[in-house]
């Protein structure tokens, strides 16, 4: 049986939620492993729409086993009201629910020094969702992070709190002016979330290379995207964590040879959230346009996306540092209407011509997009089911996606539901 990633391609919001619960159908287990609450994966199921930040997009079917892997970081009172919000309309979480032991907490502190690191930036802010990703992942790379583990071990627990808040609240008064925080407070809140939470807590990595070795189809699922990888995107506008394929391995303790499928999802369009460099970024009527009908606001945090052509340089790179085995394109029907549909095949800087991602935001600041342009189509492809169904020049711009980029396409998206999907090939 096999284990499929899936990953976004591009600067996060490519629609993995619909994805991951769609193939969730066939899959056992599903693991999420890396990010945090600063994720929006949108699934709807009929005429409910769930919105869910932390908790894996194949919580919706109950059935299955979620995990909440090590490479994330989890901030309890978002979490707890997360799952609150689904028991509330039906939703069962329970023993389906896994936390790893090893995931790293926010606290209190990481917010509030994020929110004042920001708004000491001005205009050069990163434009962060202030949910304290950022300082938490920090914390983890400087050993001083307090795990979720240590939610079970409350002298433990109350040591590193007294230790990290000492200085935090220095920095707090004595650099950014604000208020500090109080040990106690947060302690008492802390552990009450530790007795709701602790039912939840074990070894996600034990649990998920058992279900590898039973044979059974396990789903990995990441947040964000490629372009946005600590590592392998536009730093400084990038994400805290591994959002690439490499993040599976060290966000939930599985070997690279366990991997068997990497399904990337590209948005028929580009879309970015905050700041940073975007090549393709349409200025005007038809960017406008997108972002409404799109509905291209943050699931998050509410923030307009900017809206952009289809980027093939930025997604020839995000193949390559993925390993890329095919692609689901979603929002397709988004485009329809269109009387022409532009693909960025290279940047132009100078007078050099860069077909190579350049990862340097002080370079792609610089790069002007040259295009390769498709006619649009007329008719409606929302809903449809049947690849042959598409207008024919649809037809003719995925096929030109999947030449360029010599990767399959394997699923196309044509609308939000569950299942407005044409599948060309089984995952599982």
Avoid at 111 to 139: C, F, H, Q, S, W
Avoid at 201 to 223: H, R, Y
Avoid at 234 to 245: D, G, I
């Amino acid at each position: 049986m096999p284990t499929v990633l899936i990953v976004g391609t591009q600067w996060g919001d490519e629609g993995k939620g619909k994805l991951v619960d769609y193939l969730t159908e066939n899959a056992e287990v599903v693991a999420r492993y890396q990010g945090g609450q600063n994720a929006g994966h949108t699934v709807v199921i009929g005429d409910r729409k769930f919105v869910l930040h932390l908790l894996p997009s194949g919580i919706l079917r109950t059935e299955k086993l979620s995990i909440i892997g090590n490479g994330t970081v989890v901030e309890p009172v978002d979490l707890l009201a997360e799952i609150d919000g689904l028991r509330a309309k039906g939703i069962e979480v329970g023993e389906n629910l896994m936390l790893s032991k090893g995931a790293h907490l926010i606290m209190p502190y990481h917010m509030a020094i994020e929110r004042a690191v920001e708004n000491r930036m001005g205009d050069k802010k990163i434009g962060t969702t202030l949910k304290g990703i950022g300082p938490a992942y920090t914390d983890k790379a400087a050993r001083s992070g307090i795990k979720v583990v240590d939610l079970l071990m409350p002298e433990l627990f109350r040591e590193k709190l007294h230790n990290n808040l000492e200085y935090k609240n220095m920095l707090l008064e004595k650099i950014y002016g604000e208020k500090p925080l109080d040990a106690g407070t947060i302690y008492d809140d802390y552990m009450r979330h530790a007795e709701r939470l602790a039912p939840f807590i074990g070894d996600t990595d034990v649990a998920v290379n058992a279900a590898i070795g039973q044979g059974k189809n396990v789903l990995f699922e990441g947040a964000q995207g490629t372009l946005l990888d600590i590592d392998h995107g536009t730093y400084p506008y990038v994400t805290s964590s591994n959002a690439s394929a490499g993040g599976v391995c060290t966000g939930l303790g599985v070997g690279p040879t366990k991997v068997d499928r990497a399904i990337g999802v590209v948005k028929a369009y580009t879309t970015r959230v905050g700041g940073g460099p975007f090549p393709t970024e349409i200025e005007g009527p038809i960017g406008q346009e997108l972002q409404r009908k799109g509905g291209e606001f943050g699931a998050t945090t509410g923030r307009p996306r900017r809206c952009g052509w289809l980027d093939m340089v930025g997604l020839k790179y995000a193949a390559m540092i993925n390993g890329l085995t095919g692609i689901a394109v979603t929002k397709l029907d988004i485009l329809d209407g269109l009387e022409e549909i532009k693909v960025c095949t290279s940047y132009k800087r100078g007078s050099e011509t860069l077909k190579n991602f350049p990862r340097e935001a002080a370079i792609m600041e610089e790069c002007e997009p040259q295009y390769e342009t498709f006619s649009g189509w007329k008719e409606s492809t929302a809903g449809l089911k049947d690849f042959s169904e598409l207008p024919d020049n649809a037809q003719q711009y995925l096929r030109g996606i999947e030449k360029m980029l010599g990767v399959e396409i394997q699923m196309i998206s044509t609308g939000p539901k569950r299942d407005e999907l044409i599948l060309i090939k089984e995952q599982f």
